[in-house]
Every structure is written in C-alpha cells, then in structure tokens.
C-alpha cells in the first residue's frame, strides 16, 4: 500500500468534519502516516482531543468550517489532493427528521461542487452509511428476490419510499446524500470512493442514535452490522491510499446475529438497563444477508501502521 500513497505529489488532506469520533481518530492516524491535515470544524474550542494534537504540531492545520458556506469549505481545501469526508448534524438541529435529509444533501453538494473546483484534489473518501444499502421495500425494482431474502452487498441501495414510509430518517438522508455526490463526482468528473459503515461502535454510542431505527428488524434480516473504530479508520485511509480502489464500499467487522450478540449490544446501550434471564436465551443464529468480501478483499495487504518515507 505505501508506493501508491507516496507516489501522489501532495501528501496534504482534509478532514471534514474533524471533531467527530471518527473524524478526531481520522486525523491522528493521518499524522501518524505522514500526512499534513487539514481539520475542519464547526466549533473549534470544544474539541479538546483536537487541540491537543494542533499544539506545536506544524503538520495540523484546524480550520473552522461552516459545510454549509461554499468559500470556508473552498479554503480548507486549498492544497489538498485528498478529503475524508464525514457529515455531522449541525447542533441547533442533533436529532435526525424528515427535515435532515434536506441538510445534508445541500452539505454534500456543496462540498463536492467546491472539489470539483479545486485543482489540487485527486480523491474524495465519502462517509455513507450501511443504511444507505439494507432497506428495500417489497415494491423496490431493485429488489427482484424479497421472498427469499437475498443477500445484500454494495451494489443496493435503501428504497426512498419505503425509508419515508416508515419514518427511517438516517437511511433516507444517507441514501439521498450519497446519491446527490455520486451525481455531482460523475458530472464533475471526481474521483470518489464510499465508505458504506455499520454501526460505530464507539464511547458516544448511545440508544438515541439515528442508525438504530428499525434495529429488530435488522437483526431478523441478518442485515444488523457494526464497525469497531480503528477498523472503520483503516478502511478510509486504505481506500484513499489504493490506486484500485471505486465505487462503494460497505464496511464492518462484526454482524449482530445472535442472542448473545444482541445482549451485549443493549449493554452498551444502556448499561443500567435490567438484562434478560440467560436461561431463556433464543439460541437461534441469524443467517448473515450482508457481505463485505469487496472491502476485505482491498484490504488484505493493508498495514494500518506509519509508512516510511
């Protein structure tokens, strides 16, 4: 992997949005591997992990970034040859609607129309969702085999109308968004990749995230999937840093298809939670619909570890 990453002329990205979970471990990675950064973000004094890698670090520049103003987004990316992209909810609006969708197909336009617009950028890493792929409708064209439950890879996608039906407000938007920027990356002629994630599991997770919508269902579907941290980071940066990489990529290390996976998860959720007796436990094992081989396959050789210059 290392003589395709430095065989670009500019070893300059951006990170947007940086004071993410994943944005914040994004960056540190990236400094790790020899990158400059260029972090956005929309509040710049409440990320305290962020200011701690700017401090005395010539190699991080933080910029504070408004995704919905087209120059700021223009200035962060001066330079750069590459951006991870990750939208965040803006914080006068957290919780994810019907409205949401709205927001973040404008934030995605706007910010491949400012890549299209600087020269400098060779590759776009997009953050989708595995939402974006797993809810099919029984009406869905794209869907030729619901009665046998066919599995799932990147090559699907969320039915719209079966999302708005039943109120899947992150699937809708993350479908929507995505299919705004591959228009725009087609247009415009930019080299984008998606990284398709399941759920991050991470110290905010809460029972309050959007991607739990429908999460019983999931689980019946054996569609139910998760990504620790650093594998989802490795994933962006392999997807960035192959020559080979296209097109989408669904991206998870651990399916929820069991009783006992289940129960951990709603640990995490919400540990003071009373638990199920663990005598009465389904023994069942889910058949797993939903394969990543794609990813895995681009990811065998990778070394999520500091290349030498």
């Not at 951006?83 to 919780?95: R, V």
């Not at 619901?146 to 708005?164: A, G, M, P």
């Not at 991050?200 to 579907?221: F, H, R, V």
């Not at 058949?287 to 990778?302: A, E, P, T």
Request: aromatic share 8%; with cysteine.
């Amino acid at each position: 992997m290392a003589p395709a990453a430095l065989q670009r002329e500019s070893r300059t990205v951006c990170v947007m949005e940086a004071s993410s979970c994943l944005g914040t471990t994004l960056v540190e990675r990236l400094l790790h591997r020899g990158y400059t950064v260029h972090a956005t973000v929309q509040n710049h004094s409440e990320n305290q992990s962020l200011n701690t890698l700017s401090s005395g670090n010539k190699e991080l520049k933080i910029f504070k970034s408004d995704p919905f103003d087209y120059q700021s987004v223009i200035e962060a990316l001066k330079g750069c040859s590459g951006l991870f992209y990750t939208f965040e909810p803006p914080q006068d609006q957290p919780t994810y609607d019907e409205l949401m969708a709205e927001l973040e197909v404008r934030v995605a336009h706007n910010v491949l129309e400012a890549c299209a617009q600087t020269d400098t950028i060779d590759k776009v890493v997009f953050t989708s969702s595995a939402t974006a792929v797993i809810w099919r409708g029984i009406d869905d064209p794209n869907n030729t085999n619901k009665s046998s439950l066919s599995d799932l890879d990147e090559r699907d996608w969320s039915d719209i109308t079966f999302c708005r039906n039943f109120k899947l407000w992150h699937a809708m938007s993350k479908t929507l968004a995505e299919k705004t920027a591959w228009a725009l990356a087609m247009d415009r002629g930019i080299n984008m990749v998606c990284i398709n994630a399941g759920l991050l599991l991470g110290l905010d997770l809460s029972i309050t995230n959007p991607y739990l919508k429908g999460a019983a269902e999931m689980y019946e579907d054996g569609v139910f999937v998760t990504a620790d941290l650093n594998f989802l980071v490795d994933a962006h940066i392999c997807v960035f840093e192959d020559v080979s990489s296209y097109g989408r990529y669904l991206c998870f290390n651990h399916v929820i298809n069991r009783t006992e996976d289940a129960i951990k998860l709603a640990r995490l959720l919400s540990p003071v939670s009373p638990q199920p007796p663990t005598f009465d436990q389904d023994m069942r094992i889910i058949q797993q619909r939903i394969s990543n081989k794609k990813l895995n396959k681009l990811m065998v050789d990778f070394e999520s570890g500091a290349q030498v210059e």
